[in-house]
């Protein structure tokens, strides 16, 4: 197989990937199909056999697809190591060489001494420090575009804020709060998540400190919406939407994201009964027409036709049905 070739086929795979849900069933529609319609399972057992393969032969095969592309996959690993390696370290020179660009420059004015003046000390302001004046560092700004925020799993089809971060698919949101570090019980928090808004704070020695509070841009259904403590590090909240749409934002007067730039691609878990039937029915056409077969709205006017075929009075009735004298438009067939 030429290079590349393989990438034809990726829209269908991922079409039946989508469907199964999981890698475990598609290799197992895989392997199937090899079982079903192939000698790949069948074994060359005597010198007359002319289909299969030798005993151990099909393990070998499979076993030498995995490995090419498993080296490949490490090599790829290994190239984003070394990019990161790399992105880390021209981050850690310019931060080193932005810190020196902004330490504190002190001017003096160099006064020479004659032999019998005395050198007069200035009197030092309370508080200054004779040694080096270390300067704070700002905390790196937070990622803005969406394409950064893509690749961050806490962010993905979300954003990062200033005291939170969310992300979201069709049906639920997730947010997570930070905490400071000593903050490890539960009772330590406090949490009123409302189908409108929410509010989130920690217990301290002088009350509640608020770390996140608003209005929702859009309603969340309570009972399928819990919250949890990661002790030291941050407050999970994971909100089940009340409709099925796309958030630009979590609360009111927060800067929206552009929701034409994240994946709006759904999980099989959210497709409904009706809608499976409909990945069903395309799935199925799919394939038949890979084959030259007919396709689900040629078949259900076929059995239509068939019945009308030999009754009584049909001007075909005695001849062979033959389902190429019709051409029919998928649109022609309600399912």
Same mark, same amino acid.
């Given at each position: ?5 393989? !990438? ?46 030798p005993p151990g032969a099909a393990q070998a095969l499979v076993l030498q697809v995995f490995r090419t592309f498993d080296h490949m996959a490490r090599q790829d690993d290994d190239k984003r190591r070394k990019e990161l390696e790399e992105k880390?370290?021209? !981050? ?45 560092? !700002? ?83 309570? !009972? ?74 040629e078949l259900k006017v076929h059995e239509m036709l068939k019945k009308g075929w030999d009754a009584e009075g049909s001007p075909f009735r005695g001849q ?16």
């Amino acid at each position: 197989m030429e290079p590349g070739a393989a !990438e034809l086929y990726d829209q269908a795979l991922l079409g039946i990937l989508q469907h199964v849900g999981n890698v475990q069933d598609f290799l197992r529609v895989l392997f199937g199909f090899l079982y079903r319609k192939t000698d790949f399972y069948r074994l060359l057992r005597h010198p007359s056999d002319r289909m299969g393969f030798p005993p151990g032969a099909a393990q070998a095969l499979v076993l030498q697809v995995f490995r090419t592309f498993d080296h490949m996959a490490r090599q790829d690993d290994d190239k984003r190591r070394k990019e990161l390696e790399e992105k880390t370290r021209r !981050e850690d020179e310019a931060a080193a060489e932005q810190e020196l660009a902004a330490g504190p420059t002190v001017h003096t004015d160099a006064v020479p001494a004659g032999p019998e003046q005395p050198v007069r000390e200035e009197a030092e302001p309370p508080g200054a420090d004779m040694g080096s004046v270390e300067v704070p560092r !700002e905390p790196p700004a937070p990622p803005k575009g969406q394409e950064q925020f893509q690749r961050n799993p806490d962010s993905y089809n979300g954003a990062v804020r200033e005291n939170y971060t969310w992300s979201q698919d069709y049906t639920d949101l997730e947010l997570k709060v930070p905490v400071p570090e000593h903050v490890v019980k539960g009772r330590q928090v406090s949490v009123a998540l409302g189908s409108s808004s929410i509010r989130v704070a920690v217990l301290e020695e002088n009350g509640e400190r608020v770390l996140m509070e608003g209005k929702f841009t859009h309603k969340v259904n309570t !009972e399928g919406s819990v919250w949890s403590l990661e002790p030291g590090k941050c407050i999970l909240v994971s909100l089940n939407k009340a409709g099925e749409y796309w958030w630009s934002a979590v609360l009111e007067g927060e800067e929206p994201i552009d929701i034409d730039q994240i994946n709006k691609e759904r999980s099989m878990a959210t497709v409904d009964e009706e809608e499976h039937a409909v990945l069903d029915r395309l799935t199925f056409d799919y394939h038949q027409k890979l084959q030259g077969k007919p396709q689900s709205h040629e078949l259900k006017v076929h059995e239509m036709l068939k019945k009308g075929w030999d009754a009584e009075g049909s001007p075909f009735r005695g001849q062979r049905f033959d389902p190429a004298m019709f051409n029919i438009s998928p649109g022609a067939v309600q399912f």
